[in-house]
């Protein structure tokens, strides 16, 4: 059985850091917010599948955890005295993925789940000892594939690319089986028969078995959102998980309000599709898009905010001065008294009639491991010429065995940052061609050949080619607004000083006051981020945005108590 992602981790290295016992002090500290417990040799402490498990601190005696898997269990640590159990499924108050168990007689301090996160925001030592931990413990399942799903897929089907990006994307551990390379099909499936059109099946630990299912369905049945209360009317709803509305999170959690993002498929927008940023201030040896967005999402997570997966925000409702309404997809609502526009910007879709037949089987709008792994050492193609390009042909030339870069301008300069140009200039299997475009792609269940013009000379060539990554351009995610608030003609969303008086006086601004920093044409309505219209596509200032927003959206709430 393959695992879910062969994560280059080498645990037994960390593993001082993955399981430390808590100093004295800090036990000492912690003792009055929670509750001594016993357990007799064998008992179970907390069953893998529990949702909000409390945090346990062994006092005396041996806690095993392991991993459960159909009949078997694969053994993951011990602990022993002042060691503590979790992992990153304790601040979201997802179901666990492990079990535990009492080895001998053993006496622990129990901490209620809620109580804990508490403590995580006002104990810093606790925080810094027990986030590292568990940040290190998750990706310890992640390389194992040590999570609570199985998918059974095929490298030939789009879906389950997809369905891999998902549960990547989300940082959430499984276990792949491909029905064409191994052994543990039949052993899984017997005799079952499984037509083409219902691959992938994700098999979930409760033994529900999906076929081909939405991500809505896979988050559902893993319970990324079973936290989720839509009859609250929270102080603010942030719609969309990219690096702006992670951290609006981060701030409005740890400033103490009530704050839900929702986001239609995995964390971190389009930034985390690129595989190294290397400019952003702080990490001078960059860090990829993916793990930034889950450091921010963790921060989020820990600051209280709660976060909604594959249930994006479908439309804003306009009437009414009072809370505000958010449509979700599923059927959903939720309830606020601000809301966040944050929803970002995708890459335009090449215009080519059989585009949407490969995307997934050779057509990408990412460039992180999990698509090099899908290329391995073929030839590939990158199409555009910004920094997400860039950062995708140099990423992918360490792996493939040529890399060729197509950009329909003469060069690089006016839309790239001179250390990839550069990259790009040095890298012998990277080949720029310019004033070229795709014009055509062939194959049969997944892309083949690709076939490009050289505008300069006229000249077209097909090329045996299977693996097109796509960065061109974006276009703002903003037609679930449906006219809310006013949009550039590009579909960017005006806020602040780009609102003249008359296009808030056609939109029926109702204050004295002009908008606010961020705000758009409608109060208590802001945007951040690649979505808004002046915004400077980056990710420092993304997240500046972001961060900024929740002090005017203090203010716009303060004058509507």
């Known amino acids: 059985m393959a695992q879910g992602l062969p994560f280059p981790f080498d645990a037994e290295a960390r593993r001082a850091q993955m399981f430390p016992p808590l100093p004295p002090e800090v036990v000492a500290r912690i003792a009055a917010s929670g509750a001594e417990r016993s357990f007799p040799d064998g008992a179970?402490?907390?069953?893998?599948?529990?949702?909000?498990?409390?945090?346990?601190?062994?006092?005396?005696?041996?806690?095993?955890?392991?991993?459960?898997?159909?009949?078997?269990?694969?053994?993951?640590?011990?602990?022993?005295?002042?060691?503590?159990?979790?992992?990153?499924?304790?601040?979201?108050?997802?179901?666990?993925?492990?079990?535990?168990?009492?080895?001998?007689?053993?006496?622990?301090?129990?901490?209620?789940?809620?109580?804990?996160?508490?403590?995580?925001?006002?104990?810093?030592?606790?925080?810094?000892?027990a986030m590292r931990a568990f940040i290190l413990r998750r990706v310890g399942l992640l390389a194992s594939g040590l999570g609570d799903v199985t998918v059974v897929g095929s490298g030939h089907s789009a879906?389950?690319?997809?369905?891999?990006?998902?549960?990547?994307?989300?940082?959430?551990?499984?276990?792949?089986?491909?029905?064409?390379?191994?052994?543990?099909?039949?052993?899984?499936?017997?005799?079952?028969?499984v037509a083409p059109e219902e691959i992938p099946l994700v098999i979930c630990a409760n033994g529900r078995t999906l076929r081909n299912p939405s991500n809505a369905e896979i988050a559902d049945c893993l319970g990324f959102n079973a936290a989720i209360d839509d009859a609250v009317v929270h102080d603010v709803v942030v719609c969309g998980a990219g690096l702006g509305g992670l951290a609006a999170a981060v701030y409005a959690g740890s400033e103490g309000l009530d704050v839900l993002v929702v986001e239609s498929n995995a964390p971190g927008g389009q930034a985390a599709t690129s595989s190294k940023i290397e400019n952003y201030l702080g990490f001078p040896t960059g860090i990829s898009g993916q793990s930034l967005a889950h450091r921010a999402l963790n921060q989020a997570e820990k600051f209280g905010a709660k976060i909604?997966?594959?249930?994006?925000?479908?439309?804003?409702?306009?009437?009414?001065?009072?809370?505000?309404?958010?449509?979700?997809?599923?059927?959903?609502?939720?309830?606020?008294?601000?809301?966040?526009?944050?929803?970002?910007?995708?890459?335009?879709?090449?215009?080519?009639?059989?585009?949407?037949?490969?995307?997934?089987?050779?057509?990408?709008?990412?460039?992180?491991?999990?698509?090099?792994?899908?290329?391995?050492?073929?030839?590939?193609?990158?199409?555009?010429?910004?920094?997400?390009?860039?950062?995708?042909?140099?990423?992918?030339?360490?792996?493939?065995?040529?890399?060729?870069?197509?950009?329909?301008?003469?060069?690089?300069?006016?839309?790239?940052?001179?250390?990839?140009?550069?990259?790009?200039?040095?890298?012998?299997?990277?080949?720029?061609?310019?004033?070229?475009?795709?014009?055509?792609?062939?194959?049969?269940?997944?892309?083949?050949?690709?076939?490009w013009r050289d505008d300069a000379t006229g000249e077209e060539s097909t090329h045996a080619i299977g693996h097109l990554f796509s960065m061109t351009g974006a276009s703002p995610n903003t037609a679930w607004l449906g006219g809310c608030v006013a949009m550039d003609p590009n579909g960017f969303v005006r806020t602040d000083s780009e609102l003249s008086e008359q296009t808030l006086s056609e939109h029926e601004w109702p204050l004295q006051r002009r908008p606010y920093l961020f705000e758009t044409s409608?109060?208590?309505?802001?945007?951040?981020?690649?979505?808004?219209?002046?915004?400077?596509?980056?990710?420092?200032?993304?997240?500046?945005?972001?961060?900024?927003?929740?002090?005017?959206?203090?203010?716009a709430l303060a004058e509507s108590a």
């Open 44 to 129: 179970i402490v907390f069953e893998r599948g529990d949702a909000g498990a409390p945090f346990h601190v062994v006092l005396d005696g041996e806690l095993e955890i392991v991993h459960p898997r159909a009949d078997l269990e694969e053994l993951i640590t011990v602990h022993r005295e002042r060691e503590f159990t979790g992992e990153l499924s304790m601040l979201s108050g997802r179901p666990t993925l492990v079990r535990g168990r009492a080895r001998g007689p053993l006496r622990v301090l129990r901490i209620e789940h809620d109580r804990f996160l508490t403590l995580l925001q006002t104990d810093s030592e606790l925080s810094e000892i």
């Open 159 to 193: 879906a389950t690319a997809r369905v891999q990006d998902f549960l990547t994307r989300n940082g959430h551990p499984y276990q792949y089986v491909d029905v064409e390379r191994d052994d543990d099909v039949e052993r899984l499936l017997g005799h079952v028969h």
């Open 308 to 451: 909604a997966i594959a249930y994006g925000a479908v439309k804003l409702h306009c009437g009414g001065r009072g809370e505000m309404q958010v449509d979700l997809a599923g059927g959903r609502s939720v309830r606020a008294r601000a809301v966040i526009i944050a929803t970002g910007a995708e890459y335009r879709k090449l215009d080519l009639p059989e585009l949407a037949r490969f995307e997934g089987v050779g057509v990408y709008y990412a460039a992180t491991f999990l698509e090099a792994q899908r290329c391995a050492t073929d030839e590939v193609i990158v199409v555009g010429g910004a920094n997400s390009a860039g950062q995708a042909a140099t990423f992918l030339a360490k792996s493939a065995r040529h890399v060729h870069m197509l950009i329909r301008g003469p060069d690089l300069a006016a839309t790239m940052s001179r250390y990839l140009i550069r990259r790009i200039e040095d890298t012998p299997n990277i080949t720029l061609r310019r004033r070229t475009r795709v014009v055509a792609l062939h194959g049969g269940d997944r892309l083949e050949r690709v076939t």
């Open 522 to 555: 409608r109060p208590r309505v802001f945007a951040v981020g690649d979505v808004r219209a002046t915004s400077v596509k980056r990710v420092a200032s993304v997240v500046g945005e972001g961060s900024v927003c929740i002090q005017l959206v203090h203010k």
